[in-house]
């Protein structure tokens, strides 16, 4: 009968923690045929030992303890070197007809995870996924069950040993949609648990994986740790997600209302009869409208830039609509240049916009850390609050609370009724004073540069701030690029922000070279 040799130390699951390294506790002997595989080990995949194990099992034994948890039959579920206990399986099986001894295997019996299965789970992912041939896949899928069987202490321990951010759990479930191929691609291109993750929720972006996996290779090439090109390149992709989704609503709503979609191109050779119904009018020659324009069988669609329907008629001859009398323009050089320009402005508009989710995503981790603020940062909020430059005092003047608290992260009453002041909702102290003075000038700041579109008083003129930043603006982002690069790279400006600062850069290299 298969029996365990009792530790020389008794070890209960009061007597040990969940953080107790195994190194700490004594292993028994185990006959092991007493073990099978436990229901949560995290391997699903590979899940024989190979020839080579058999071979050097049935030669010296199990050299490394394997790691069981009791079972209700009397018997122990392996959670961690489930291959080894089957390779000494078939080796004890053949050892009378091959000569070589019978032998048991060495086990921690880990009394303490009875009945936590999750961290059972948890624990054998990370000895699997530190060994050959766990499939991205099953890490991924242990990782997600693992951590929603965990109460929130625990999920917070499981977080941190996996490298991922909180709530990460919750999406990585949706990464295992991703192909093999793609895991593979993702596994080998350096992307950790939480980045697989991030590049599934993105994955329908055309070119979201070679451009994270060219981000990250940037990233992984400045060795300093940081992520910021990955930040931004996410950023873009995220916005440009959000645009396929606008799309497909409006898609969607002329699918809904039986209103055909016209194509954005018409193939060469063909004629394209369709023409919007401004430039149309009635065989009596009043202006046609899309309300009095629906009963037309020829009502149909095309999409503008911002994926808004723009009305057409396909075919106004054959339904008896007018063409505005107008001289037919002639496509020039400057034609063609406008609209190149309406394109360029169209692009620099949409990434100035995502580029504010990392900067704002950057400066929010800098005031809620415990560490101190970089003298750089509280210096720069103590200028604004001494200067008090025009945007700062007109955004300070409108009492908005929202941008600030976000940056903290201090959740507000929703009813305005229960509104309190912000300074009775944060944590004022003389550590935290300087976190909290510049969440508050970085959220005028963001304010101030919410939109690509501002107003340039000196020429009293429309201005795009990503080719017209003031001096202001500018330093901010200089700051925040600095302040990125002394925090191991975990910043950086985007390339619509470097275009933004080009100008304010030659300056300052002009300013020195007269110093000089």
């Known amino acids: 009968m298969a029996t365990a040799t009792t530790p020389t130390t008794e070890q209960t699951a009061d007597a040990v923690p969940v953080d107790t390294a195994e190194a700490e506790l004594t ?4 006959d092991p045929e007493v073990i099978v595989r436990d229901e949560f080990n995290a391997r699903e995949h590979d899940r024989e030992p190979d020839s080579d194990l058999i071979s050097s099992v049935k030669a010296v034994g199990v050299q490394d303890p394997i790691s069981v948890r009791p079972l209700p039959d009397g018997t122990y579920g392996a959670f961690k070197g489930w291959r080894r ?20 295997i060495r086990a921690f019996v880990r009394t303490d995870l009875v009945g936590r299965d999750a961290w059972t789970r948890f624990l054998s992912l990370i000895e699997n996924d530190q060994r050959e041939n766990m499939s991205t896949r099953d890490t991924l899928k242990a990782a997600e069950l693992s951590l929603i069987g965990m109460n929130e202490v625990e999920q917070k321990a499981a977080a941190k040993a996996l490298g991922l951010k909180r709530g990460t759990g919750k999406r990585l479930g949706r990464a295992q949609r991703l192909s093999d191929s793609a895991l593979r691609r993702a596994s080998a291109g350096g992307m950790d648990l939480e980045q697989m993750a991030t590049l599934a929720e993105v994955a329908d972006v055309p070119g979201a994986e070679d451009r994270l996996l060219r981000a990250l290779a940037k990233d992984q090439d400045a060795e300093d740790g940081g992520r910021g090109h990955w930040d931004q390149v996410l950023a873009l992709l995220k916005s440009e997600q959000e645009d396929q989704r606008t799309r497909a609503k409006t898609v969607a709503a002329l699918e809904k209302a039986e209103i055909p979609l016209l194509p954005s191109h018409v193939p060469y050779g063909q004629k394209d009869t369709a023409r919007p119904i401004t430039e149309l009018t009635t065989s009596l020659g009043n202006t046609l409208t899309e309300d009095n324009h629906k009963g037309c069988p020829g009502h149909s669609a095309r999409l503008d830039e911002d994926h808004q329907p723009v009305w057409f008629c396909a075919d106004p001859a054959a339904h008896g609509h007018k063409v505005r009398p107008k001289p037919k323009p002639q496509k020039t050089e400057h034609d063609e240049a406008k609209a190149a320009e309406r394109a360029r402005i169209t692009a620099c508009n949409r990434a100035w916009k995502a580029a504010a989710g990392p900067r704002q995503e950057f400066v929010s981790r800098l005031v809620r850390s415990s560490k101190t603020l970089p003298e750089e940062a509280w210096r720069f909020a103590a200028g604004m609050l001494l200067d008090l430059p025009r945007f700062y005092s007109k955004w300070a003047g409108r009492s908005e609370i929202e941008g600030t608290a976000a940056l903290l992260g201090v959740n507000l009453p929703e009813s305005p009724f229960e509104r309190a002041p912000l300074s009775e909702l944060v944590t004022l102290s003389r550590a935290r004073l300087p976190h909290v003075l510049f969440a508050h000038v970085a959220a005028a700041f963001e304010h101030d540069m919410r939109e690509p579109k501002g107003w340039n008083d000196a020429r009293m003129q429309v201005r795009f701030l990503w080719e017209d930043l003031t001096h ?19 910043y950086r400006l985007s390339e619509v922000e470097e275009q933004a600062l080009a100008p304010h850069r030659s300056e300052d290299s002009d300013a020195v070279d007269r110093d000089a």
Not at 27 to 30: E, F, P, R
Not at 472 to 490: H, N, P
């Open 472 to 490: 202001q603006q500018a330093a901010y982002l200089l700051l925040l690029e600095k302040l990125g690069q002394d925090d191991k790279g975990s």
């Open 85 to 104: 206990t089957q390779a000494a399986q078939i080796a004890n099986a053949t050892a009378e007809a091959e000569g070589h001894p019978q032998r048991q």
């Open 27 to 30: 292993a028994v002997l185990l």
